[in-house]
């Protein structure tokens, strides 16, 4: 059995209230959990603040887990400051991603450094490793992770991780291409056949007519993502600020209008506490977490 879990949702920016207490207003962060193996965790968004406190919860050893990172803006990173389990000695993250300028590693030490923030990732008392990974593939434990190019606006990776006969592909930014152009062959090869696609999905037709160029994509282009490549689920993900639940609601119900007669036997919309439990050959059956804090 594998565990999806969603603690952050949103795009750009934490933006909880109450328009959209039901889907959630942090950003993007997601573990993958599998028995007797460590977490996989995907994007450190303020997310991560939630899944720290639950894993903590639930387990008294201190922490080893792999982070892949998509990209270094913001809403991606934010939260590692504030990730419990690393405030202990013996826990141990290997953080993995790229930088458009030095490394990994050079670039977390830039923006996690005063004035711009009290704590630098060194302090935090746990041990972070940093690796640069750009196309390639390895293994992690179980899991097996291919990195591919996404476009976005800088650079950015896509994910899929296979683990115990389940497969997840991660595209939390993606530029859709302006012309209506095809889609990347390398995001194509992370969601071929995939169990699951959490993909990007954070504009109306109306919004991309004026952000084109802003490094994402409308609802319908994470549908037609998904399906071309033949994946079973796609979840909706990187919810725009501004849309709140009623919205979300909405575009959950056209992008299921959309998939009808495709691949895909099921459209799901990432809200906070979402657990997908997935196991091999069965379609992922959805359930909610509690959240900590």
């Given amino acids: 059995m594998v565990d999806v879990t969603f603690w952050g949702v949103r795009g750009s920016t934490p933006c909880p209230c109450e328009a959209n207490a039901r889907y959630g207003g942090n950003t993007a962060c997601v573990s993958i959990e599998a028995e ?23 387990n008294a050893e201190p922490l080893h887990a792999l ?16 990730f419990t389990p690393l405030h202990r ?18 670039a977390f030490e830039g923006f996690m450094r005063p004035p711009y923030f009290p704590v630098r990732a060194d ?6 490793e940093f690796v640069d990974v750009a196309d390639c593939d390895f293994t ?38 302006i012309d209506g152009g095809p889609v990347p062959e390398p995001v194509i090869e992370l969601c071929r056949d ?40 796609l979840v909706l993900f990187h919810h725009d600020p501004s849309h709140g639940d009623e919205v979300v609601d909405r575009l ?29 050959g069965a379609l992922p059956a959805a359930s909610p977490t509690a959240l900590a804090g």
């Fill in 36 to 58: 007797d193996h460590d977490p996989v965790i995907l994007d450190l968004g303020t997310g991560l603040r939630f899944f720290g406190e639950n894993y903590s919860e639930r």
């Fill in 67 to 82: 982070a892949l990172v998509t990209h270094l803006h913001w809403d991606h990173v934010q939260g590692l400051p504030f």
């Fill in 89 to 106: 000695l013996e826990s141990r993250l290997e953080v993995r991603g790229r930088s458009e300028d030095g490394t990994l590693e050079d």
């Fill in 123 to 128: 302090e935090l008392g746990g041990t972070i």
């Fill in 140 to 177: 992690w434990g179980r899991a097996r992770v291919a990195v591919r190019d996404v476009p976005h606006g800088g650079a950015t990776n896509g994910y899929r991780v296979e683990i115990d006969g389940v497969s997840i592909a991660y595209i939390s930014d993606h530029q859709e291409p």
């Fill in 194 to 233: 995939a169990d699951v696609v959490i993909h990007d999905a954070q504009y109306e037709p109306h919004e991309f007519a004026v952000k084109a160029t802003w490094g994402h994509c409308t609802v319908g282009f994470a549908v037609r993502v998904a399906a071309e490549a033949g994946a079973r689920q």
């Fill in 252 to 280: 959950l119900r056209e992008a299921t209008e959309a998939a009808a007669g495709t691949s895909l036997e099921r459209v799901v919309a990432a809200y906070e506490g979402l657990t997908l439990r997935m196991e091999p």
